[in-house]
């Protein structure tokens, strides 16, 4: 079998996606694409606003205290869940809610350190969380997150 290759330089440089209805042979042109959105100076790919988050200069302030928080970046964790309600992180120390507000504010749920994977059910308003031997959901008579821990 033999197999060609196409450069699509002048889809990602200048003109982007074709814009005849019907995509000719051999254009360089795209005629569909996916994560991209259209600029003046052509295709730009998809970055996540959440990369900065990430980084190991961004600092977390735990919401009781105050005090700086250190979130382990070991694989798998940190896991971020978005969800209905905003961005849960679980991380090996614990699961997190964080907030909007400048500097970046954490809400812990005081599961501990965990061994094994979040799992994240989004429920509506009020997502649970599952961690090996923790699980964390919202109790609706309490209106507040509830931690089972089994032992």
Same mark, same amino acid.
């Given at each position: 079998?033999?197999?060609?290759?196409?450069?699509?330089?002048?889809?990602?440089?200048?003109?982007?996606? &074709?814009p005849?209805?019907v995509? !000719?042979?051999?254009? $360089? *042109?795209?005629?569909?694409?996916?994560?991209?959105? =259209? @600029?003046?100076?052509?295709?730009?790919?998809?970055?996540?606003?959440?990369?900065?988050?990430?980084?190991?200069?961004?600092?977390?302030?735990d919401?009781?205290?105050?005090a700086?928080v250190t979130?382990?970046?070991?694989?798998?964790?940190p896991?971020?869940?978005?969800? &209905?309600?905003?961005?849960?992180? !679980?991380?090996?120390? $614990? *699961?997190?809610?964080?907030?909007?507000?400048?500097? =970046? @504010?954490?809400?812990?749920?005081?599961?501990?350190?965990?061994?094994?994977?979040?799992?994240?059910?989004?429920?509506?308003?009020?997502?649970?969380?599952?961690?090996?031997?923790?699980?964390?959901?919202?109790?609706?008579?309490a209106?507040?997150?509830?931690?089972?821990t089994?032992?």
């Amino acid at each position: 079998m033999k197999t060609y290759r196409t450069s699509f330089h002048a889809g990602f440089s200048s003109i982007g996606i &074709d814009p005849e209805s019907v995509a !000719g042979r051999n254009s $360089g *042109l795209l005629s569909d694409c996916m994560n991209v959105r =259209l @600029t003046k100076n052509g295709l730009e790919g998809y970055r996540p606003l959440i990369k900065s988050l990430l980084d190991s200069d961004c600092g977390f302030v735990d919401s009781v205290t105050g005090a700086a928080v250190t979130i382990t970046r070991r694989w798998p964790f940190p896991q971020l869940f978005l969800t &209905d309600v905003g961005l849960f992180i !679980g991380a090996l120390e $614990g *699961l997190y809610w964080l907030s909007d507000d400048d500097p =970046l @504010t954490l809400y812990s749920f005081s599961t501990g350190a965990v061994t094994w994977p979040w799992s994240c059910a989004a429920i509506g308003k009020y997502p649970a969380f599952s961690c090996g031997d923790v699980f964390v959901y919202m109790d609706h008579v309490a209106n507040a997150y509830k931690v089972v821990t089994y032992a």
